[in-house]
């Protein structure tokens, strides 16, 4: 099998490192992440400049770019073999619910996801970081899952990992996104030079959080796999939206 790994925590990041370790005793990995933290890029392509592909000493390819950049350039031209899987992470902190729209990790899947490649997304559910070797064997035991027992139809999977050790891990669980509730106000600051910034506040806290979610699945010590759908039609609003232009 041969695995594509990439992350929007940078390519120096350990949860990186421990995913590909965890990774290699189940086909060739190949390893090509953002240069940088790219957090938050969501799914942002450079459309504007050349992109430059670099290697590190330990092997990994980065990139001067997004996460959805390196996963486009791995798949369309750097290198000569597409693909049996994507699994972008393990990032450090969860990827739930709203999350899910900014996230450089579920874009470097959804990436994969788009050029037909079953992808994962993996996301250690705490900024503690304790317990990233639990995330990775998660994710080891997912691609083994695919290799077994193929999913049969284009599949991407959004996993968050509760930060405990493995024994405690209580399952998994196959969940949809909850919700949060609006973000927190953004930070004034007041630069040197006299201007006025702006830093953008927290995330909000989790609103529909309840049975099914994954909120709910991590809170309860469960590991939460979501399959997540790229199409952002409204469908249940198509019959209204035609209503209302026929007015």
Known sequence: MRILVSNDDGYFSPGI?????????????TVVAPERDRSGASNSLTLDRPLTVRRAPNGFYFVNG?????VHIAVTGLLDFIPDVVVSGINHGANMGDDTIYSGTVAAAAEGYLLGIPSIAVSLASKAGGHFDSAAGIACALVKRLM?????????LNVNVPDVAPPALGGLEVTRLGRRHKAEPVVKLQTPRGETAYWIGPAGAAADAGPGTDFHAVENGRV???????????????????EWLSK
Not at 17 to 29: C, D, I, N, Q, Y
Request: aromatic share 2%.
């Open 17 to 29: 490192t421990l995913l590909a370790e965890a990774l290699r005793p189940l086909g060739e990995v």
């Open 66 to 70: 997004t996460p959805t950049d390196c």
């Open 148 to 156: 077994r027992a193929p999913f049969g139809e284009p599949v991407l």
């Open 224 to 242: 939460s796999v979501t399959p997540l759908r790229m199409d952002l039609t409204g469908t249940t609003q198509l019959a209204h939206a035609r």
